[in-house]
């Protein structure tokens, strides 16, 4: 499965992509946890959910696309217990804190 991003790589001060041989150790830090962050995102999602959010560029962005794909809905897998929805969202928020 392909999943599309536009992720924004860090710019210079006229907007243009910065080189990565540029970065410093905090931009890579920062880079890595997004791109960390990402991933785990896409793999708690069903493909319905991944097409429904389409393109993105970074996990901020996703997030914000899925609260409202789940605005006012129930976000359950058929036959998934309340508890069952909350220990797999408690397992993303906890892979998410690991990485910072």
Known sequence: MFVKTRLELPA?????PL??????ATLIKKVE???KATC????????EELNR????????ELWQKLIELH????DTKENETASQLHARIQDLL??????G
């Open 71 to 74: 605005k006012g809905t129930s």
């Open 12 to 16: 210079n001060s006229v907007g243009k």
């Open 33 to 35: 946890a997004n791109v």
């Open 40 to 47: 785990i995102l896409q793999c708690g999602l069903t493909k």
């Open 19 to 24: 080189p990565c041989k540029n970065w410093d």
């Open 94 to 99: 906890n892979e998410l804190h690991a990485i």
């Open 53 to 60: 959010v389409g393109p993105f560029s970074g996990v901020k």
